[in-house]
């Protein structure tokens, strides 16, 4: 028996551990990668990577295209001679390592990486030039368009694109020549904080691959209404002519929510996306696949069917699913690709017609082990049911911990746990781990949280709550050697070790 099984962490690169407020692109990456390599593991799960509004959600971006200038290491920026060691020294010393403060992180950042633009405009050293001069021009067809609706943002006061003066956020002509002739200089900041952005990742990309390493990006089906690309591309959402949605995304009643979850995202008008042979769609993946191995499609069944929500309602309840492009779509995007790496996000109500979806292209699905034990009644995400071609987690971003989801079961539903797992609860997160690696399922992904045993302080979203997400940052100190002997040995016990060929 060949077939292929590996392993992975989930870890948002903004929990990886630092002095300067939030996760980034710097050293501490490129130790997580180390550890990853150590402990036999060959996937490294991020969350998407796109500049996030006051919510932070990584799930509602300003652009689909875009970085996180969040994400950017300082320290980096000192080898190339943008900031000084001096610059850094003013991060505030009651920055929390294990919480990222983003009220008292956005201005400190913010003015440190204008300080590098300036930098950069006064020495122009000859090497960067060229790299910014190239970036530009290879991605001319976001870029442009992005870097004016961030600017256009700080212009009008942080305001949504729909609310600005009409003939801006329609796009007239004139009105985007006049803004890009007078806000030039911050247009170019914005271009070159993303040229700085994308250079940092590739070379982190390129180490994790030097180290054996794969990454498998998230790519969120929706974007937000408060975008450059619905600004950009109106004709390609379901907006009014005052640029409001006459529908926002959502999903219905479900396991994390009674009223369903009302997300307010736009929703596409895929007749109009076809008649263009998916263009924005394939330039989406093309820039996404060039950033990540793998990619995990959030909300997949939103490509054959979307909950469909009249624009204004408060809740989730009211709404109707409507048809997405199905087959076509992903037919033109394997005539583009020649193959799908993707992982289809196949949770929540989930109908005959998204599974022939799934398994007409052969995409895995996804099996979450604290789904499995929501009765004593079969359940797909049990993994005896599970099949090769599937992911499997114990839990997800949106779950709870599995150390506080155990802990707030029934005392009935503990009890099925332990006898499943043949465990005796003294380390039932460990116990539903081994299950993981031990399922059928080709790969095995567990988030950090659930390797080092935290309860709900490390939770990293609770879907349907606006506030108080995204927080999370780990203690370095808890990777330690016996965590990645005991990952090492689940790999090889479990055959998931990395093949390298």
């Known amino acids: 028996m060949s077939q292929w099984r590996a392993c992975g962490v989930l870890l948002h690169l903004t929990s990886l551990p630092n002095q300067f407020g939030i996760g980034d692109l710097g050293q501490s990456a490129y130790d997580f990668i180390d550890f990853l390599a150590a402990a036999k593991q060959s996937y490294w799960q991020i969350l998407p990577l796109g500049p996030t509004d006051q919510f932070h959600s990584p799930y509602t971006p300003y652009s689909a295209f875009a970085g996180n200038p969040l994400l950017i290491s300082l320290e980096k920026l000192i080898n190339e001679q943008l900031l000084s060691v001096a610059d850094l020294q003013t991060v505030p010393t009651n920055f929390s390592q294990q919480k990222i403060d983003f009220a008292q992180l956005l201005p400190w950042k913010s003015k440190l990486l204008s300080l590098a633009f300036q930098n950069y405009l006064r020495r122009k050293p000859t090497k960067l030039v060229e790299e910014y001069t190239a970036f530009c021009k290879d ?3 976001w870029l442009i368009d992005f870097a004016l609706f961030m600017t256009l943002k700080q212009q009008f006061n942080n305001q949504a694109w729909y609310n600005w003066p009409p003939e801006i956020a329609r796009r007239q002509t004139q009105a985007i020549e006049y803004w890009r002739q007078v806000l030039s200089d911050e247009i170019a900041y914005h271009q070159f904080i993303q040229y700085l952005f994308f250079k940092q990742w590739q070379q982190l990309k390129a180490y994790a691959h030097k180290q054996g390493i794969k990454i498998i990006g998230d790519l969120p ?4 209404h408060d975008s450059a690309d619905v600004w950009v ?3 390609l959402f379901k907006l009014n002519s005052d640029g409001q949605p006459t529908v926002v995304a959502g999903v219905p009643p479900d396991y994390f929510s009674p009223t369903g979850q009302l997300w307010g995202n736009p929703l ?3 007749e109009a996306h076809q008649e263009q042979n998916y263009d924005w769609w394939l330039k ?3 820039l996404l696949l060039s950033l990540v191995d793998l990619v995990r499609i959030d909300h997949f069944r939103g490509f054959e069917s979307a909950w469909e929500i009249p624009h204004g309602e408060t809740t989730a309840v009211k709404g109707a699913w409507q048809k997405g492009p199905g087959s076509k779509f992903f037919q033109v995007v394997v005539d583009q690709f020649d193959d799908l790496p993707f992982i289809a996000e196949d949770l929540g109500f989930i109908t ?4 022939q979806l799934r398994d007409q292209w052969s995409l895995p699905g996804m099996k979450i082990l604290q789904f499995a034990f929501d009765s004593l009644q079969p359940n797909p995400h049990l993994p005896h049911y599970h099949q090769y071609n599937s992911v499997v987690y114990t839990g997800t971003h949106d779950n709870d911990t599995s150390f506080s989801w155990y802990q707030k079961l029934s005392s009935e539903i503990k009890a099925y746990v332990k006898n499943y797992l043949n465990s005796d609860g003294t380390d039932i997160v460990w116990d539903l781990i081994r ?12 988030p950090l949280q659930d390797l080092l045993r935290l309860d709900s302080q490390a939770r990293m979203n609770r879907p349907g709550q606006a506030t108080g997400n995204w927080t999370w940052r780990y ?6 050697e016996q965590l990645i002997a005991d990952l090492s040995q689940l790999a090889t016990l479990y055959q998931r070790v990395p093949n390298k060929k």
């Open 475 to 480: 203690d370095p100190q808890l990777l330690t």
């Open 233 to 235: 591309h109106p004709f």
């Open 221 to 224: 089906i929706f974007v937000a």
């Open 352 to 355: 005959e017609e998204v599974i």
């Open 284 to 286: 989406r993946l093309s």
């Open 435 to 446: 299950a993981a690696y031990a399922s059928p399922a080709k790969l095995a992904i567990i």
């Open 139 to 141: 991605n001319q067809f």
């Open 268 to 270: 596409y008008k895929w």
